[in-house]
């Protein structure tokens, strides 16, 4: 999620906005930025890569105001760039934007009808060309943004200066968050109370269509149409297991907004993103995990590449959420590298004697590292002569120590009881092995290779979009609380993340749902719905994409109320749907990661609307290490 730091006050705001924009680091983003008054003009620079590049590029650079803007950038619209990077400067206004601009292009046709100098691929650019061209007939920026904001349509925070003002920011959302901080004789603005908590405890949090006016010292909260608002300002006196919410309400949100860096820091051992290709660091096949760190990279691979040849079949062994991701990598081992698979719950495969031949990998699935079942099994495995991987995101965790080889999820800490992060890195990393396995066996041609590497790498900034809608998750969660049951439905690879998103909701909401394969729903679910059974359908556009539409009609025609979930303006799912939610168009094997982002977030706002604590569901535990 981009990161926003807006700064009024006698403080230097050059340093203000680097600190904060630090505090924002965990977010994850390619790019960063600011802009700061000098000399009575707008001062801009930025840079493409971590803040080190921009701290670098403004060593030698001076500013002598006392306002500024600043920003991290996820890519959505346009890559990872200098050019794309915020803050975006036209005619002498400055803004930065976090979100994103559905009607852009229709925007975008109109500026350039008017003659307008459009420099980067970004939705964002578009916002400040708006606000400059009504900044000119309106002499004021707030009167600009007020016009602005009723032709924006989209989910997005956005904060704007201009200099023939510099006493003023302005700042509006309909969507992503955006807090006001009151310090002495000082204002900022920030996406995350984080960024400025060292300098206030005071804030307040603006509300969907609020626009907020800094001149000097006084703040101002007004409507669309300019009438005050009063808002209540809240003191945060923080305790440290709040603070590392990082201003978010629970640990799990901030887990599901945590998830585009957790994808990428996930995936980012194995690839090479220059030359789109893939080689699995450091899974150190008969090394102790203690010393994966010092392996010879190319060394580490030729033992994998040795290891893997060798094996015909995958049994892939874990416990509920673990246990739906292993059974979306079925897909993609199967699909990619074309050897079969087996997927078990932990706790069936060591009670039923199961037969174990040589060739075959043995791969346990396991956030923290020490689920008693899993590692019963893994110990099992080993002793029958199996080769065994574990996947975890605790590295020297039990389970990580005992098996031969070893992938991480690199997720960070998962506080939240209920997966989040932790599942969706698995799905990337299952996604490596499969396209690692694939390369070894020569089942998959070097085009093949880069299409994939291609979808994984434009995962982080898809599921920023998806995050990006948050407060229309909000909404639908508020419609759903009368219904009696779930269902949740998918075809192919998306099966498994239907089960995902019946666990999510059992887990947090205590609401009976259930996950099928939607061509079983002839086959008994049919009988159960009704006007107050919601049907929550996932149906990306892939190979499967009509007869899931076909699932989704007969649904309908008994009274089924449909939440579908598919891939852009798709005006059929719309039409027989109760709710619609937009998913960015994704190659099949990333269809998954992005399509669980809707469903988590369903799940958290159902479960926090009925008043649950969604960070401890009862009777539940992070990990589970005793039988």
């Known amino acids: 999620m981009c990161g926003i730091v807006g700064y009024y006050g006698p403080q230097n705001p050059k340093d203000v906005i680097i600190a904060g924009l630090k505090k924002l680091e965990y977010r994850g983003y390619d790019s960063a930025g600011l802009t700061v008054l000098h000399q009575g003009q707008l001062k801009r620079v930025r840079a493409e890569g971590k803040l080190k590049n921009l701290e670098q590029k403004i060593i030698g650079e001076k500013f002598d105001g006392h306002l500024g803007i600043g920003h991290t950038r996820w890519a959505t619209h346009g890559v990872p760039s200098e050019r794309n990077a915020h803050p975006h400067q036209v005619q002498g206004v400055s803004i930065v934007h976090n979100g994103i601009i559905e009607n852009y292009l229709e925007i975008r046709e109109e500026l350039l009808a008017r003659g307008a100098k459009i420099t980067s691929d970004t939705d964002s650019e578009l916002v400040a060309h708006l606000i400059a061209e009504e900044v000119q007939k309106q002499n004021d920026l707030l009167k600009a943004v007020q016009i602005v904001l009723g032709k924006l349509r989209g989910a997005f925070s956005i904060l704007a200066i201009w200099e023939k003002q510099p006493d003023r920011l302005v700042a509006f959302k309909d969507g992503p968050p955006l807090v006001v901080g009151l310090g002495d004789k000082e204002t900022f603005i920030v996406s995350d109370v984080q960024a400025a908590l060292q300098h206030t405890k005071k804030y307040i949090y603006l509300d969907d269509r609020e626009i907020v006016l800094v001149r000097g010292d006084q703040v101002d909260i007004v409507d669309p149409t300019g009438k005050q608002i009063k808002k209540q300002i809240v003191e945060l006196n923080w305790s440290a297991e709040q603070v590392e919410k990082?201003?978010?309400?629970?640990?799990?949100?901030?887990?599901?907004?945590?998830q585009p860096q957790a994808i990428a820091s996930a995936m980012e051992p194995h690839i090479d993103s220059e030359t789109h290709s893939i080689r699995l660091k450091n899974v150190g096949f008969g090394t102790a995990?203690?010393?994966i760190d010092q392996l010879n990279t190319l060394v580490d691979w030729e033992k994998t590449c040795a290891t893997l040849k060798g094996i015909n079949k995958v049994m892939i062994i874990a416990c509920g959420t673990s246990y739906y991701a292993g059974l979306a990598g079925k897909y993609y081992i199967e699909q990619i590298a074309r050897i079969p698979v087996e997927v078990d719950i932990a706790s069936e495969f060591r009670y039923r004697k199961p037969v174990l031949q040589p060739g075959t990998l043995v791969m346990t699935i396991s956030q923290s590292g020490e689920t008693a079942d899993t590692l019963a099994a893994i110990r099992l495995a080993k002793e029958s002569g199996a080769t065994t991987l574990s996947i975890c995101n605790v590295k020297n965790s039990?389970?990580?120590?005992?098996?031969?080889?070893?992938?991480?999820?690199?997720?960070?800490?998962?506080?939240?009881?209920?997966s989040t992060k932790a599942?969706?890195?698995?799905?990337?990393?299952?996604n490596c092995l499969a396209l690692a396995i694939g390369k070894i066996k020569n089942s998959?041609?070097?085009?093949?290779?880069?299409?994939?590497?291609?979808?994984?790498?434009?995962?982080p900034s898809q599921v920023e979009v998806v995050l990006a809608y948050d407060k229309y998750f909000t909404e639908a969660a508020e419609s759903l609380k009368s219904f009696k049951g779930?269902?949740?439905?998918?075809?192919?690879?998306?099966?498994?993340?239907?089960?995902?998103?019946a666990l999510k909701l059992k887990e947090l909401a205590y609401l009976h749902a259930e996950g099928y394969a939607a061509g079983e729903m002839k086959h008994g679910p049919l009988?159960?719905?009704?006007?107050?059974?919601?049907?929550?359908?996932?149906?990306?556009?892939d190979e499967l994409y009509e007869k899931t539409v076909s699932n989704l009609e007969e649904a309908k025609a008994r009274g089924g109320k449909i939440i579908s979930i598919g891939t852009g303006e798709n005006e059929k799912l719309k039409k027989i749907s109760e709710r619609y939610l937009s998913i960015?168009?994704?190659?099949?094997?990333?269809?998954?990661?992005?399509?669980?982002?809707?469903?988590?977030?369903m799940a958290f706002h159902l479960a926090s609307s009925l008043g649950y604590d969604v960070d401890q569901p009862r009777n539940l535990a992070k990990s589970v290490t005793v039988e």
């Open 246 to 258: 990082m201003g978010y309400s629970h640990f799990m949100l901030k887990e599901i907004y945590e």
């Open 289 to 291: 995990p203690q010393n």
């Open 398 to 418: 039990t389970i990580d120590r005992e098996a031969h080889g070893h992938l991480y999820m690199n997720s960070g800490p998962e506080v939240g009881v209920a």
């Open 423 to 430: 599942f969706t890195s698995t799905l990337v990393i299952l």
């Open 444 to 459: 998959l041609s070097s085009a093949q290779e880069k299409e994939h590497i291609q979808a994984l790498l434009s995962l």
């Open 486 to 501: 779930f269902l949740y439905m998918g075809r192919g690879v998306s099966y498994p993340i239907a089960l995902e998103g």
């Open 527 to 541: 009988a159960l719905i009704d006007e107050r059974m919601a049907i929550i359908m996932l149906a990306p556009s």
């Open 584 to 601: 960015p168009k994704a190659h099949w094997s990333t269809n998954p990661v992005i399509s669980v982002i809707p469903l988590q977030l």
